[in-house]
């Protein structure tokens, strides 16, 4: 059940290593849907491995067309989405999923599957790659024990909380250990106290190496975090605020 | 290889987990092709049955001259002087009243068919063997013919008649099995592609995240190709055992059924390979059914 076509594509782990080390880079990005407009208009950016970014921005500014563009989950009307060396509105869909085997992305409404246990919805991203029975436990638990819910993995995520329910989402988007992590808004379902915890988390991943970039409209967050900010208005890039320079 | 094997035992474990899921779908597919199949199996078990009466048989159907009027032995005798003499006659046998009513409660058990039957019905008769050289066709219409001119006989009967309708009767089982195999084997299969597509929609969202985490295609089909060959397989395997609890019934009781049928010949139930071959056309039915559910472009 593997993927013949994606295989001879390569793996994007091989390609990924830029000059200069950015995973992510954006070039004259434009996404519109037919009159209304563009949802993203010529958006230039570069995120390097180890690097945590906010993009900003209010409602309808483009955050989650852009993490999707990124994703392969949109074609960009035109300009170039560059994930990992390879050029995203170019590739077909086998290649596109091959290449998200290398991206982690934690979703809004955390898309866990609740007839699954938390170990099970961990385990899909090693699952789809063919990883050994053994070998994915192994790495399931490890990543369960890092966040703190070893103790869950066999009950349903619909029995956790909230907080607990995004831990899980974030296991699943870290367990393959990507190259790039996406979050959309992964805190907007939280209250403060789980919101931190979870920042926390993502910060901790970026140390270990691992380009996130992570959309949000929660201003206190982004101030609190010092991280580098991409702010957004209609589509358009309007700020590139560098780590430290607030 | 070993990659292989741990997408093979995902896929079992995902199929499992379907199956367990959609229960009500699972058990629809597996009655559809086990009830399709036992129609089919019918026919060809009917069939094989009658081919294997026809091989029984085969060239030893004699001709037969029934007497007109019971016969004493010593003019019996005479008669069959006078059948030997015909050409392409190879021997001649007299069977008596007596012998024939022996020979049908042999056969055929018939003890109750004769209940308020008086006296013997049956006539006396001349079986008549042809030679090798005459069983042509039209050696044996000659010698029926001469057999008819004789005085003392009056109804003269010869294989070919019976064995051309037989085996017309036997096309046409051929003709039906193969019909309803064609109508029913479709009919089935778009029951079963509608379940699998069924199932494959109520896992929409297990099917999105698959998408998601980078699952290629075949990984996210395969698990339902491997739910429609499993339940092929069982509705095959129903099939058998429906087949072989309906050739148990019939054969009870001793002397009625298949052997009212078919004679000396004994009933016989499919041979292993043909049950193989349904059980195997069953899991077929399954596995092009539910590829025909997940074709098609799915992101």
């Known amino acids: 059940?593997?993927?013949?076509?994606?295989?001879?594509?390569?793996?994007?782990?091989?390609?990924?290593?830029?000059?200069?080390?950015?995973?992510?880079?954006?070039?004259?990005?434009?996404?519109?849907?037919?009159?209304?407009?563009?949802?993203?208009?010529d958006l230039g950016f570069e995120v390097g491995a180890g690097e945590l970014v906010f993009v900003t921005g209010p409602s309808g500014a483009g955050k989650t067309t852009l993490l999707r563009l990124l994703f392969g989950a949109e074609r960009p009307s035109s300009g170039q989405a560059i994930?990992?060396?390879?050029?995203v509105g170019r590739l077909g869909e086998a290649a596109i999923r091959v290449l998200r085997r290398r991206i982690g992305f934690v979703f809004q409404d955390f898309k866990l599957l609740p007839r699954r246990s938390v170990e099970e919805n961990v385990a899909m991203p090693l699952e789809v790659v063919g990883?050994?029975?053994?070998?994915?436990?192994?790495?399931?638990?490890?990543?369960?024990?890092?966040?703190?819910?070893?103790?869950?993995?066999?009950?349903?995520?619909?029995?956790?909380?909230?907080?607990?329910?995004?831990?899980v989402a974030i296991a699943r988007a870290l367990v393959g250990e990507p190259a790039i992590l996406l979050a959309d808004e992964p805190t907007g379902n939280l209250d403060a106290e789980y919101t931190l915890e979870i920042m926390d988390w993502l910060a901790d991943v970026a140390a270990h190496g691992t380009a996130v970039l992570v959309a949000t409209h929660d201003a206190n967050l982004v101030e609190r975090s010092g991280a580098r900010v991409l702010e957004l208005a209609k589509g358009r890039l309007v700020a590139d605020t560098k780590a430290g320079e607030r | 290889m070993s990659r292989l094997v741990t997408y093979c035992g995902i896929g079992l474990r995902t199929a499992f987990r379907g199956i367990r899921r959609s229960a009500g779908a699972a058990l629809a597919t597996v009655l559809t092709i086990g009830l399709t199949l036992w129609v089919i199996g019918v026919f060809v078990l009917v069939g094989a049955n009658m081919r294997a009466l026809l091989e029984g048989l085969g060239e030893q159907i004699p001709v037969v001259a029934f007497f007109a009027e019971p016969v004493g032995e010593a003019t019996a005798l005479e008669w069959v002087r006078r059948a030997e003499a015909l050409e392409g006659v190879d021997a001649v046998v007299y069977v008596s009243q007596e012998a024939a009513l022996?020979?049908?409660?042999?056969?055929?058990?018939?003890?109750?068919?004769?209940?308020?039957?008086?006296?013997?019905p049956l006539p006396a008769s001349l079986e008549v063997s042809l030679g090798a050289e005459a069983r042509a066709e039209a050696s044996a219409l000659r010698v029926a013919e001469a057999l008819r001119g004789f005085e003392a006989i009056g109804d003269v009967q010869h294989g070919d008649d019976w064995l051309v309708g037989y085996t017309r009767a036997?096309?046409?089982?051929?003709?039906?099995?193969?019909?309803?195999?064609?109508?029913?084997?479709?009919?089935?299969?778009?029951?079963?592609?509608?379940?699998?597509?069924?199932?494959?929609?109520a896992r929409r969202d297990e099917i999105?995240?698959?998408?998601?985490?980078?699952?290629?295609?075949?990984?996210?089909?395969?698990?339902?190709?491997?739910?429609?060959?499993?339940?092929?397989?069982?509705?095959?395997?129903?099939?058998?055992?429906?087949?072989?609890?309906?050739?148990?019934?019939l054969r009870v009781p001793e002397g009625g059924g298949f052997e009212m049928l078919l004679g000396q010949v004994p009933p016989r139930f499919l041979d292993p390979m043909e049950s193989l071959s349904l059980v195997a056309a069953g899991a077929f039915l399954g596995l092009i059914g539910a590829v025909l559910a997940v074709a098609g472009p799915r992101r």
């Open chain 1, 83 to 87: 994930v990992l060396g390879r050029n």
């Open chain 1, 131 to 167: 990883t050994p029975r053994q070998e994915t436990r192994r790495r399931v638990f490890a990543i369960l024990k890092r966040l703190g819910l070893e103790k869950r993995r066999q009950r349903s995520p619909l029995s956790l909380s909230g907080g607990e329910q995004q831990r």
């Open chain 2, 208 to 249: 999105e995240i698959l998408a998601l985490v980078g699952a290629s295609r075949s990984f996210v089909r395969g698990p339902f190709w491997i739910e429609g060959f499993l339940e092929g397989m069982a509705g095959g395997v129903l099939a058998l055992c429906l087949l072989a609890l309906a050739f148990g019934l």
């Open chain 2, 170 to 201: 036997l096309a046409v089982v051929d003709a039906i099995r193969w019909t309803l195999g064609v109508v029913l084997g479709l009919a089935a299969l778009l029951v079963v592609s509608s379940t699998v597509r069924l199932g494959a929609y």
């Open chain 1, 1 to 41: 059940m593997g993927d013949r076509k994606g295989a001879r594509l390569g793996d994007p782990s091989q390609s990924q290593q830029q000059p200069g080390g950015a995973l992510l880079r954006a070039y004259h990005l434009k996404k519109s849907y037919g009159q209304g407009g563009f949802a993203i208009a």
């Open chain 2, 102 to 120: 022996a020979r049908f409660r042999n056969q055929v058990g018939g003890e109750e068919l004769l209940e308020g039957v008086e006296g013997n």
